[in-house]
């Protein structure tokens, strides 16, 4: 089948899609149709760099499942699709469980925004915090009329860590690649799903912060407009560092979409020392 001929249904949604299901995330029964909470074990194939941190996409793809599932059920059988989406981290979180309390906060007839707050399941404290606007998208081949599934589908087979799974390269120092846009990386309409858009992002800007003078940084934000759907690639991010001090580091990244020639994600992401 190519990929001409792949309707949104044959695309896994975007909590049951291969790159997501190999987060292993745990999805709680949500409650009413305004909050949701999901847990995620960071272990060695979660965390950034080798270090007791975890991949920021990796948190932002959990707040994207479970806003997002949210904001598709009022604007059913319309999927609602990431506009924007941004995460925070303020403590580090080693080999642990996160959990992720979302709710919706505005619900309007195609805009939602929700937010969300992570919070470690050892110590209890809250360690970061996500928002993000979704619109319901207006392609008519973008409906999903029962509804997303409830369980995640599970992969037992792993690459060593997510950049490898996923099959990102790094061809120059601050560029990050994927290649054409295979069906475990898509959405349900039928494009690049947000988490691989976002940890192309952060994969480029580890590339970039580690050519600069100084200690080694960890990513803790990362902030995603989502600007054109990403359907064909090779897809690629390129980050520029923007400030720079042994204490900071602020990058902006551009993700494009080389087999379209268009732009489909700005990124802002910002790094520190871990140990600061």
């Not at 399941?121 to 029962?146: H, K, Q, Y």
């Not at 192309?200 to 759907?229: F, I, K, M, R």
């Amino acid at each position: 089948m190519t990929k001409d001929e792949l309707a949104a249904g044959d695309f896994f949604a975007d909590a049951h899609g291969h790159f997501v299901s190999t987060l292993r995330f745990e999805l709680q029964s949500e409650p009413d149709d305004y909050s949701a909470e999901g847990t995620v074990e960071i272990g060695p194939y979660l965390q950034a760099e080798g270090v007791a941190w975890p991949n920021m996409a990796v948190l932002l793809t959990l707040a994207d499942v479970l806003i997002g599932r949210l904001a598709s059920r009022h604007s059913a059988p319309r999927i609602s699709v990431t506009a924007d989406l941004g995460v925070r981290l303020f403590k580090a979180a080693g080999v642990e469980r996160i959990s992720c309390r979302a709710r919706l906060v505005k619900v309007g007839g195609t805009m939602t925004v929700g937010d969300a707050t992570f919070y470690s399941e050892r110590s209890e404290e809250r360690i970061g915090t996500s928002l993000g606007t979704f619109l319901a998208s207006p392609r008519p081949v973008d409906e999903v009329p029962d509804g997303f599934p409830s369980e995640l589908r599970v992969e037992q087979t792993r690459a060593r860590t997510l950049f490898e799974h996923v099959g990102v390269s790094i061809p120059e120092t601050g560029v990050a690649e994927v290649g054409a846009l295979r069906q475990e990386l898509g959405n349900a309409t039928q494009s690049l799903q947000g988490g691989v858009v976002a940890l192309l992002g952060e994969a480029a800007t580890y590339s970039a912060v580690g050519a600069l003078d100084g200690p080694p940084q960890v990513v803790d934000s990362l902030e995603v407009h989502y600007v054109a759907a990403g359907r064909v690639g090779p897809f690629r991010a390129v980050a520029e560092p923007i400030e720079w001090s042994p204490a900071r580091c602020a990058l902006r990244v551009e993700v494009s979409d080389l087999g379209r020639d268009r732009v489909i994600a700005l990124i802002d992401t910002t790094t520190r020392p871990l140990d600061s």
